[in-house]
C-alpha cells in the first residue's frame, strides 16, 4: 500500500504545531508519524516520511533578524493592504506598495531581497481580484455584530 | 500580458514546473483543477498568478521559472526559496473552488478575498518545509509574515476556533479545498464543533444558523481591510472579533438552554441565496413546513449544510468539483505524473485533459 502522502503531511503538519507551540512530546508524535509509513512504502516515499519525522525533533531554526528595509516595506504591505476608497483608488495604492516594495528590495541585501519582494504576492493577488473580480465587488457586506 | 510568451510544454522548466504542480496537488485534499496547462513567462514586475478567466498561470521569468531547476541552489537560496513558494502559493489557489453563490453561507465580500490570500499563504508557510523536501529542494527557508496583512489576519482567526474536535491542521485541510466564499462557513464550523458540540441540536436549520451568527462576528468591519488603522490597531481587531465571537458563543449556549427546539436566529450572510433556497423547497417539504412550525424556512438551509458537511459543492457547480473532505479526491481532475518526485520521470506536455 503505497504512502498516503496527504494524510501523512497533515499529520506531520499537526505534530509541528503541537510540539512547537503547544509543548507537545516529540516522542510520541514521532511514534504517530511512523505509524503511518506501511511496511511497503516505496523507498522515495519511506525517505521523504522518515525525514519529516527526524525534522520534528530539531529545535526550530532561530528567527530571522531582518534589517530596517525588510520593516519599511512590511510598513508599506499593511497600508496598502488596508487601503479604503474606491475601487480605482484601492488598486492605485495596491501598485504603488508593490512598486515600493520591489525597489526597496532591489537596495536589500541578495538574503534579504527576495523575502522583501515576496511581500507583494498577496498585494499583487489582491490587485488582480479587484480589477477583474470573482463575484460583484458592490455585493454588500455581511452583518457585523 | 503583451510581453507574455507562452513556455513550451517541452521544455525543461514546464516539465519542471508541472512536476511540482502536481507534488503540490498531493499534499493536500483539493477539489479542482482549474489551470489549463498552459504557463506563460513575464519579464514585468510581478510574481505571477493565476488567471481564474483563462486558466493560464503566468510567473515571472527572472523570479520564478529560472530557480525551477530541479535541485538546491548554493548560489541564490532565498531567491529560490520564495520562487518554490510561489510555486505552492500558485497551485493551491487552482485546487481550490472560488464562489458559492446559492450558499446561504457564503460570504461574497472583501473579507473572503482577504481568507482566500491568507489560506493560501498560511498553506504555503505550514506545507513549505514538507514540500521542497519532497521535490528536491532540501534546506531551504521562508518566514512566517510577522507585518499586518492577509496570513496575520487569517492566522489570528485560526487560533480562535481551532480545537480538539476539529483541529488547525482538519481547518487548513478544508481550507485548500474551498470554496473561498464558503471559507468564513468553515471557520464557522470549527468554533461549532470545538465549543458548542453538545450545545447546538444537529438539525441544518439550527447549524447553519449558528454559523451565520458565528460568521458576524468574524467578519469584523475593519478586517480585513482595517482602513486607516496602525499596526496596534490591527491588534486590536482580533481582540474585538475574539471577544464577539466569545460573546455570541455565550449567547447561543444560552438560547438553546431555555429553547431547544427553535433555531438561533440569524440572517444569511448571503440574504439571496437564502430567499431563493426557501423557493425552491419541493412542495411535499413546504407541507412538512407547514405542519412543522419552526421547520419553516429551513429546509433549502439544511440542504446547504449537508453540502457543507459532506464536502460537496453548490449544486450549480457540482460537475467541475468532487467531494472533498474525504481522502480520494486529491488529483482529481488532472492526471498523475508518475514518479513526479524525479524531475527526469515527468512528462512533458499536456497533462489536464479533463480540465474544465
Excluded at chain 1, 128 to 138: A, G, I, N, Q
Amino acid at each position: 500500500m503505497p504512502l498516503d502522502v496527504a494524510k501523512f503531511n497533515s499529520a506531520f503538519s499537526g505534530a509541528r504545531y503541537r510540539v512547537r507551540k503547544e509543548a507537545g512530546d516529540v516522542g510520541e508524535e514521532q511514534v504517530r508519524l511512523r505509524e503511518l509509513i506501511p511496511d511497503d512504502a516505496s523507498a522515495e516515499d519511506r525517505e521523504w516520511a522518515v525525514s519529516l519525522v527526524e525534522l520534528l525533533a530539531e529545535p526550530p531554526p532561530p528567527p530571522r533578524e531582518w534589517s530596517e528595509l525588510y520593516h519599511e516595506a512590511g510598513q508599506i504591505h499593511a497600508s496598502a493592504y488596508r487601503a479604503g476608497g474606491t475601487v480605482e483608488e484601492q488598486i492605485a495604492a495596491l501598485e504603488e506598495a508593490r512598486h515600493k516594495i520591489w525597489n526597496i528590495a532591489d537596495r536589500a541585501t541578495k538574503e534579504e531581497g527576495p523575502h522583501i519582494r515576496a511581500m507583494t504576492r498577496v498585494l499583487e493577488h489582491l490587485e488582480d481580484e479587484l480589477r477583474d473580480p470573482t463575484w460583484p465587488l458592490d455585493d454588500p457586506r455581511p452583518p457585523t455584530s | 500580458m503583451g510581453d507574455d510568451r507562452l513556455v513550451p510544454r517541452d521544455s525543461a522548466v514546464y516539465r519542471e514546473f508541472v512536476r511540482l504542480y502536481q507534488l503540490v496537488r498531493e499534499m493536500r485534499p483539493i477539489s479542482v483543477d482549474r489551470w489549463n496547462g498552459d504557463l506563460y513567462a513575464t519579464d514585468s514586475q510581478r510574481w505571477g498568478g493565476f488567471d481564474p478567466r483563462t486558466g493560464r498561470i503566468r510567473l515571472s521569468d527572472d523570479r520564478v521559472l529560472r530557480h525551477l531547476t530541479g535541485s538546491r541552489s548554493e548560489a541564490d537560496p532565498d531567491a529560490q526559496a520564495e520562487a518554490l513558494a510561489t510555486v505552492l502559493h500558485e497551485s493551491t489557489h487552482t485546487g481550490m473552488e472560488t464562489d458559492a453563490p446559492t450558499e446561504p453561507n457564503a460570504v461574497r465580500s472583501t473579507h473572503s478575498r482577504g481568507l482566500m490570500e491568507g489560506f493560501a499563504e498560511l498553506r504555503t508557510f505550514e506545507d513549505f518545509d514538507a514540500f521542497t523536501r519532497r521535490a528536491g529542494y532540501p534546506g531551504l527557508r521562508v518566514y512566517e509574515a510577522k507585518y499586518p496583512g492577509a496570513y496575520a489576519a487569517t492566522e489570528s482567526l485560526m487560533t480562535q476556533v481551532e480545537g480538539a474536535r476539529l483541529s488547525r491542521d482538519a481547518i487548513l485541510n478544508a481550507g485548500t479545498q474551498g470554496p473561498v466564499a464558503m471559507h468564513f462557513d468553515q471557520l464557522a464550523e470549527a468554533v461549532v464543533r470545538n465549543r458548542l458540540g453538545e450545545v447546538v441540536p444537529g438539525r441544518g436549520v439550527d447549524r447553519v444558523r449558528v454559523r451565520a451568527a458565528l460568521i458576524a462576528t468574524m467578519t469584523h468591519e475593519h478586517w480585513p481591510t482595517l482602513p486607516d488603522r496602525s499596526a496596534e490597531t490591527g491588534q486590536a481587531v482580533a481582540e474585538d472579533i475574539r471577544r464577539a465571537l466569545n460573546a455570541k458563543v455565550d449567547e447561543i449556549r444560552r438560547h438553546y438552554r431555555a429553547n431547544p427546539t427553535r433555531p438561533f436566529p440569524a440572517d444569511s450572510p448571503n440574504a439571496e441565496a437564502a430567499r431563493t433556497a426557501v423557493r425552491e423547497v419541493p412542495a411535499a417539504t413546504a407541507e412538512a413546513r407547514n405542519a412543522g412550525g419552526e421547520e419553516r424556512s429551513a429546509v433549502g438551509e439544511e440542504r446547504g449544510e449537508m453540502r457543507f458537511l459532506s464536502g460537496q459543492a453548490p449544486a450549480a457547480q457540482a460537475t467541475r468539483l468532487v467531494p472533498a473532505l474525504g481522502d480520494g479526491s486529491r488529483g482529481a481532475g488532472a492526471v498523475r505524473v508518475p514518479g513526479a518526485r524525479r524531475a527526469s520521470a515527468a512528462r512533458p506536455g499536456p497533462t489536464h485533459p479533463g480540465r474544465q
